[in-house]
């Protein structure tokens, strides 16, 4: 080829590339285009997550309360003036609740319409006149206006700010009857929305207004405290032996390759494990935290090995030469320089690592922390339940109630989830060191 | 005396022979000349002497606890009546049960068998024995340790490479733990799920078709003798997982593809951490969205457009798990992108390829590598998603590739399986270890096979 | 340094020897490159002629490779580097608005220092040029384009049996030659060179030289080169920078046999650099 085809051959490209030159713009600001609705659409569907439960569940941290004159006589309330706490739990207050309904309703007469009217005030609130007796006898006796708990289909309509003068237009179980009753108790002011500290200070219940996270959150906890104190010493060590001792071999790599694999099973596969190891051939309890913790822990382990051998593997080999230097055993050298250095780094995987065994479910359903759960538990061994699982029971429940209920203990699982990475954050953030 | 108290005895043993040790090893340095005469720190013999005086104690106390119930219950035997043992073995463990009961809530006043309540008396004394003895065992042997160690104490001793053994033991024994956990988990489902080969057939196992795990209570009643063709739990898996992959991969590449290529760094640095949420929301949150938000609304869709969608389509589980793994493909995917070197993009540039030219004809072809593997780890963690589909996909075994019926997955049917009370023993609950198998099986294959692609993928660029 | 040559270079505010020629191809003139605050290039006036081969010597961080990168506007994919000055092809402003530097790109074609073939086939490598631009009109056509830049490249003889093979499987020097012949299949009408030769071996880099000088007679080239060797071998002109200044421009053989300024001086005696 001459230089003159070539220069033909240049001016021809000259031409060809302005004339595909629009549609490839075209084309660039079309791939352009689908990267950014790609990554607006994921995090426009993060939003549409977060405030889909926020609307749901807001409404569960409030509780509705119903003023009623209660009359304590101890007549009324069946039993002795000098009776013991224990007696006292048997005491009527059904009856006394019910009376106060009747006069603060005279014209109720028929059987059916005082039953109606007596499913207003939630079955918590004979627990809650006990709680007020125990602490003050002197209210034997007298006639004292209360504000007690409503029932959680009244607790809705009010709390929806629904017109009660219309009751064709709310949605509830409620009869248009009891919505009047609850019309004219509004009217009077007898009726009041406040905090509902009963979410935070119960255990699970069957009635929506009474059901509460604690029992779920100290089971949470309880677990958690066993995964962190398991995990994380094992990891440490294992992420040491593998970064700073262990020799160049075919274990070495067998051990590696499979904390890889096993950072990718299934977590139901750790269930499976503790059902058929821990508590079918161990004995260990079903229910309990420690075997949710022992569980979680294996489960958590490969991920806060990875980062720690990472953490480890920042810290740079001159240190170790250095304090290798000045006579300081293998063992010296990792724990007074390598390991301080890196804590930063693996104490930010360790709390990403327990906010991943925070938020499980699956494999703890397989060990049975999938009970109904009404006490507390005070130890590892008591039967428990743990939040993402009591979301769980809570979903599945059908009074509606019980799905703000849902969306608010997601709520708090997801404050404790961001508190957590917001630390990790932090821990990274501050302690970030660039050798 | 519980062992949770003989336990935190026998620690502070330890410590306080550390102190001791050490002391001891200050003064015995004294006789030869200051500490330098000493093989190691005095604080390396406390550490020696700690490790004699706990260690051996420690260990005897976990076997023991391991050994004491089974030990405990073979001695009781003598005394249950001989009625019992005519029962069966079943009848023995049910009685024993009782009594341990009895025992453990401190009722034995009220019992008014006496057969039992003898049973019950000679369980107390087995177990306060027990507890005598191991009490005494472990305490002598705590301190005739600490004891051995002290005489130890000398300035030739090499303390601290004794001390380091034990230590490098102690990490190598925590490295080995995640073999021991794989082992546990092969062989607990392994054996399980071969009980069950032997009472349902493996190949009706895999290739049957037909699923309904209710087994007869009763051998007379009728119609509920279950069958375990798996085939159609097969198929909604792949199902699922296969929506959820139509969603994941597009997404989750493009926003990679735009992070890593386009993103100015603010955009980034918002982009990124919103990601990272989306992947750390539990898979609980997914579900509960999935059958209340969009589950509802697709049926609501596809009636205001003529369409039967199940309230557990297949759809809405997937879609929804899809979302899930976006960050996760996006996370991966971004990675291998940025590790493809900048001098091949300046050749692309360099011969006036435009950003998407290059993207699409040199980055991505070279990432693939990195991208396919990245994308098998995502199916293999939307095949053992479990809470999404629990939730949203409901029970219905149906075999079927439409998206819009309801069908059930492995995962739905092993949590169905063991949650709620059954014996241990039944088929039902055997099979769905013969599922985890499966599951496990499948997703370690496509672990493997991942994992290795994706570092062979980075060392070919570093 | 010498001080004498520092102050040398600080007096130095015009280039010595003749920046311009008559058959200029590309042009530039008060050229000023700056990476944010810093600034890499002074004033840089220069021409590429037609069937030159010019190069651009002197020691590291000079802005020789940063001036190279303008002529094709590699750096605008540096946001922080801003250009000022007139810099053309032919008449038309590189940096005018209604010049595409994807076009531009098309025109003045790059060679890097290291070798960096796509992770394809070798026939890929090449026809991706034609590919994206639409030069071949069809199968057969892109055929002709790809054997025909593999011969002018020299690869044809030693890779026609497996062109399906990957880039990356050949040798350093043979994977140069593959992006050569990867620039050449677009039909540039420059080729700009940075150390096309720095990571292979002498016997490769001999075989490369060749091959420029066989390129001249189609194309402008544009070479950065550390060796001077290798400047005094294939270049008809030669360039030399200092610290972001064009110090003295002109024949390869004035340039090295009488340098005019001292800093040339110094640098081709090897007092520096």
């Given at each position: 080829m001459s230089s003159l085809d070539q220069k033909a051959s240049s001016s021809a490209t000259t031409e060809r590339v302005k004339a595909s030159l629009r549609k490839r713009y075209a084309a660039e600001k079309r791939f352009k285009l689908y990267g950014i609705v790609a990554i607006s659409a994921s995090i426009a569907f993060l939003f549409l997550l977060m405030g889909s439960i926020i609307s749901k569940g807001l409404p569960a941290f409030s509780q509705t309360y119903v003023n009623l004159n209660v009359s304590l006589s101890a007549e009324q309330l069946d039993i002795d003036p000098t009776a013991t706490d224990s007696e006292l739990r048997r005491a009527n207050f059904s009856g006394v609740i019910k009376q106060a309904m009747?006069?603060?309703?005279?014209?109720?007469?028929?059987?059916?319409?005082?039953?109606?009217?007596?499913?207003?005030?939630?079955?918590?609130?004979?627990?809650?006149?006990?709680?007020?007796?125990?602490?003050?006898?002197?209210?034997?006796?007298?006639?004292?206006?209360?504000?007690?708990?409503?029932?959680?289909?009244?607790?809705?309509?009010?709390?929806?700010?629904?017109?009660?003068?219309?009751?064709?237009?709310?949605?509830?179980?409620?009869?248009?009857?009891?919505?009047?009753?609850?019309?004219?108790?509004q009217d009077a002011g007898d009726v009041d929305v406040r905090f509902n500290r009963t979410f935070f200070v119960n255990g699970d219940s069957r009635e929506p207004e009474l059901a509460g996270i604690k029992a779920a959150l100290m089971g949470s906890a309880f677990t958690l405290l066993i995964t962190f104190t398991l995990s994380f010493p094992i990891a440490v060590a294992s992420a040491i032996y593998l970064e700073e001792f262990a020799p160049q071999n075919r274990w070495t790599d067998i051990v590696e390759v499979n904390i890889n694999n096993l950072a990718a099973v299934p977590s139901i596969v750790f269930g499976l494990l503790g059902l058929a190891v821990f508590i079918n051939f161990f004995h260990l309890p079903r229910s309990a935290p420690i075997v949710g913790g022992i569980v979680l822990s294996l489960m958590t382990l490969p991920t806060i090995i990875i980062s720690s051998r990472a953490a480890l593997k920042a810290v740079p080999p001159s240190i170790r030469e250095a304090a290798r230097g000045l006579g300081a055993s293998p063992l010296q050298v990792v724990t007074h320089h390598v390991l301080p250095l890196a804590m930063p780094g693996i104490l930010t995987g360790t709390i990403i690592g327990l906010a991943q065994a925070l938020g499980e479910t699956a494999p703890l359903l397989m060990i049975g922390m999938v009970a109904f759960i009404v006490d507390i538990p005070t130890s590892v061994t008591d039967a428990a339940t743990v939040l993402p699982v009591q979301v769980f029971l809570w979903a599945d429940s059908p009074e509606r109630a019980f799905l703000e209920k849902t969306s608010a203990a997601i709520m708090v699982l997801l404050v404790f989830l961001i508190l957590m990475n917001a630390i990790a954050v932090m821990l990274r953030k501050r302690f970030e060191r660039r050798w | 005396m519980s062992t949770t108290t003989l336990f935190l005895l026998t620690i502070g043993l330890g410590i306080a022979s550390y102190a001791y040790g050490r002391?001891?090893?200050?003064?015995?340095?004294?006789?030869?000349?200051?500490?330098?005469?000493?093989?190691?720190?005095?604080?390396?013999?406390?550490?020696?002497?700690?490790?004699?005086?706990?260690?051996?104690?420690?260990?005897?106390?976990?076997?023991?606890?391991?050994?004491?119930?089974?030990?405990?219950?073979?001695?009781?035997?003598?005394?249950?009546?001989?009625?019992?043992?005519?029962?069966?073995?079943?009848?023995?463990?049910?009685?024993?049960?009782?009594?341990?009961?009895?025992?453990?809530?401190?009722?034995?006043?009220?019992?008014?068998?006496?057969?039992?309540?003898?049973?019950?008396?000679?369980?107390?004394?087995?177990?306060?024995?027990?507890?005598?003895?191991?009490?005494?065992?472990?305490?002598?042997?705590?301190?005739?340790?600490?004891?051995?160690?002290?005489?130890?104490?000398?300035?030739?001793?090499?303390?601290?490479?004794?001390?380091?053994?034990?230590?490098k033991f102690f990490l190598i024994s925590c490295a080995s733990l995640a073999i021991l956990t794989t082992i546990g988990i092969v062989f607990s489902v392994l054996f399980e799920a071969t009980r069950f080969f032997q009472e349902v057939g493996f190949l009706e196992f895999v290739t049957g078709t037909k699923w309904s795990p209710q087994t007869a209570i009763r051998a007379d009643q009728v119609g509920a003798s279950g069958s375990f063709g798996a085939v159609p739990l097969f198929l909604g898996t792949l199902l699922i997982s296969f929506i959820a992959m139509l969603v994941a991969v597009p997404f989750g590449l493009m926003s990679a593809i735009y992070l890593a290529e386009y993103a100015s760094r603010p955009v980034r640095n918002i982009a990124k951490p919103l990601l990272e949420i989306?992947?750390?929301?539990?898979?609980?949150?997914?579900?509960?969205?999935?059958?209340?938000?969009?589950?509802?609304?697709?049926?609501?869709?596809?009636?205001?457009?003529?369409?039967?969608?199940?309230?557990?389509?297949?759809?809405?589980?997937?879609?929804?798990?899809?979302?899930?793994?976006?960050?996760?493909?996006?996370?991966?995917?971004?990675?291998?992108?940025?590790?493809?070197?900048?001098?091949?993009?300046?050749?692309?540039?360099?011969?006036?390829?435009?950003?998407?030219?290059?993207?699409?004809?040199?980055?991505?072809?070279?990432?693939?590598?990195?991208?396919?593997?990245?994308?098998?780890?995502?199916?293999?963690?939307?095949?053992?998603?479990?809470?999404?589909?629990?939730?949203?996909?409901?029970?219905?075994?149906?075999?079927?590739?439409?998206?819009?019926?309801?069908?059930?997955?492995?995962?739905?049917?092993?949590?169905?399986?063991?949650?709620?009370?059954?014996?241990?023993?039944?088929?039902?609950?055997?099979?769905?270890?013969?599922?985890?198998?499966?599951?496990?099986?499948?997703?370690?294959?496509?672990?493997?096979?991942?994992?290795?692609?994706?570092?062979?993928?980075?060392?070919?660029?570093? | 340094m010498p001080s004498s040559a520092q102050e040398a270079f600080d007096k130095l505010t015009h280039t010595v020897g003749t920046p311009t020629v008559d058959n200029a191809?590309?042009?530039?003139?008060?050229?000023?490159?700056?990476?944010?605050?810093?600034?890499?290039?002074?004033?840089?006036?220069?021409?590429?002629?037609?069937?030159?081969?010019?190069?651009?010597?002197?020691?590291?961080?000079?802005?020789?490779?940063?001036?190279?990168?303008?002529?094709?506007?590699?750096?605008?994919?540096?946001?922080?580097?801003?250009?000022?000055?007139?810099?053309?092809?032919?008449?038309?402003?590189?940096?005018?608005?209604?010049?595409?530097?994807?076009?531009?790109?098309?025109?003045?074609?790059?060679?890097?220092?290291?070798?960096?073939?796509?992770?394809?086939?070798?026939?890929?490598?090449?026809?991706?040029?034609?590919?994206?631009?639409?030069?071949?009109?069809?199968?057969?056509?892109?055929?002709?384009?790809?054997?025909?830049?593999?011969?002018?490249?020299?690869?044809?003889?030693?890779?026609?049996?497996?062109?399906?093979?990957?880039?990356?499987?050949?040798?350093?020097?043979?994977?140069?030659?593959?992006?050569?012949?990867?620039?050449?299949?677009?039909?540039?009408?420059?080729?700009?060179?940075?150390?096309?030769?720095?990571?292979?071996?002498?016997?490769?880099?001999?075989?490369?030289?060749?091959?420029?000088?066989?390129?001249?007679?189609?194309?402008?080239?544009?070479?950065?080169?550390?060796?001077?060797?290798?400047?005094?071998?294939?270049?008809?002109?030669?360039?030399?920078?200092?610290?972001?200044?064009?110090?003295?421009?002109?024949?390869?053989?004035?340039?090295?046999?009488?340098?005019?300024?001292?800093?040339?001086?110094?640098?081709?005696?090897?007092?520096?650099?």
């Open positions: 009747r006069d603060r309703f005279p014209d109720v007469s028929k059987r059916r319409d005082k039953k109606a009217l007596y499913s207003l005030i939630s079955t918590g609130a004979e627990y809650d006149l006990y709680d007020r007796i125990v602490a003050d006898r002197s209210l034997i006796g007298q006639n004292v206006n209360l504000w007690l708990i409503a029932d959680d289909e009244l607790s809705a309509i009010v709390k929806s700010k629904s017109d009660l003068s219309a009751p064709d237009s709310i949605v509830t179980r409620l009869t248009d009857q009891q919505v009047g009753w609850a019309k004219n108790l | 002391s001891r090893a200050y003064s015995v340095a004294k006789r030869h000349g200051g500490v330098r005469a000493l093989h190691s720190l005095p604080s390396h013999y406390g550490m020696m002497v700690a490790l004699w005086c706990a260690l051996p104690a420690l260990a005897i106390i976990i076997s023991w606890k391991i050994i004491e119930p089974s030990l405990i219950s073979n001695m009781l035997d003598s005394a249950i009546p001989q009625a019992i043992h005519d029962g069966g073995v079943e009848a023995v463990k049910l009685y024993k049960n009782d009594i341990g009961n009895l025992v453990d809530s401190e009722k034995i006043a009220s019992i008014d068998n006496a057969e039992k309540k003898l049973a019950a008396e000679r369980l107390t004394n087995l177990r306060s024995t027990s507890a005598l003895a191991l009490f005494v065992l472990a305490l002598t042997v705590a301190i005739a340790g600490a004891a051995l160690a002290l005489r130890k104490i000398k300035p030739e001793t090499r303390a601290r490479h004794k001390v380091e053994r034990v230590v989306l992947a750390g929301i539990p898979t609980v949150v997914y579900g509960f969205f999935a059958a209340l938000t969009v589950a509802p609304a697709l049926r609501s869709v596809g009636e205001s457009i003529g369409l039967s969608v199940s309230s557990e389509s297949a759809l809405a589980a997937g879609a929804v798990m899809g979302i899930m793994i976006i960050p996760f493909v996006s996370s991966l995917s971004d990675d291998v992108i940025t590790a493809v070197p900048q001098s091949m993009r300046d050749g692309s540039y360099g011969l006036g390829a435009t950003k998407s030219e290059t993207v699409r004809k040199v980055v991505i072809p070279a990432a693939l590598p990195g991208i396919v593997g990245g994308v098998l780890l995502a199916v293999s963690r939307a095949i053992g998603e479990t809470m999404i589909v629990v939730m949203a996909a409901g029970l219905a075994a149906n075999m079927t590739a439409n998206p819009l019926e309801a069908v059930t997955t492995v995962t739905v049917q092993i949590v169905t399986l063991l949650t709620g009370d059954q014996e241990f023993d039944s088929a039902k609950t055997l099979a769905a270890f013969a599922l985890g198998l499966m599951l496990f099986v499948v997703t370690l294959f496509l672990n493997i096979i991942a994992l290795h692609v994706v570092r062979k993928y980075r060392e070919q660029y570093e | 191809k590309m042009q530039t003139r008060n050229v000023n490159v700056f990476y944010g605050e810093k600034q890499a290039i002074y004033d840089v006036d220069l021409d590429i002629g037609q069937n030159e081969v010019i190069a651009m010597i002197g020691p590291s961080g000079c802005g020789k490779s940063t001036f190279l990168r303008c002529l094709n506007r590699m750096n605008d994919t540096i946001p922080s580097c801003r250009v000022t000055g007139q810099m053309s092809l032919d008449g038309e402003d590189l940096y005018g608005a209604d010049l595409d530097p994807v076009l531009l790109r098309a025109r003045v074609g790059m060679v890097f220092q290291k070798p960096n073939p796509f992770a394809k086939s070798i026939y890929d490598n090449v026809a991706y040029g034609p590919r994206i631009h639409g030069l071949a009109g069809n199968r057969a056509e892109l055929d002709d384009i790809v054997v025909d830049s593999l011969r002018k490249a020299g690869l044809y003889d030693e890779v026609k049996d497996r062109l399906d093979a990957p880039g990356t499987s050949l040798s350093g020097g043979q994977q140069q030659r593959l992006c050569i012949a990867r620039t050449i299949a677009v039909s540039p009408e420059v080729i700009l060179m940075d150390e096309p030769c720095s990571a292979l071996d002498p016997i490769a880099t001999a075989r490369i030289e060749e091959l420029i000088d066989e390129l001249r007679e189609n194309f402008a080239i544009a070479i950065v080169t550390h060796s001077m060797q290798q400047a005094a071998r294939v270049s008809q002109r030669c360039a030399y920078f200092h610290l972001g200044k064009l110090v003295e421009v002109d024949d390869t053989s004035t340039v090295f046999t009488n340098p005019q300024h001292e800093l040339t001086e110094n640098y081709i005696t090897g007092r520096f650099g």
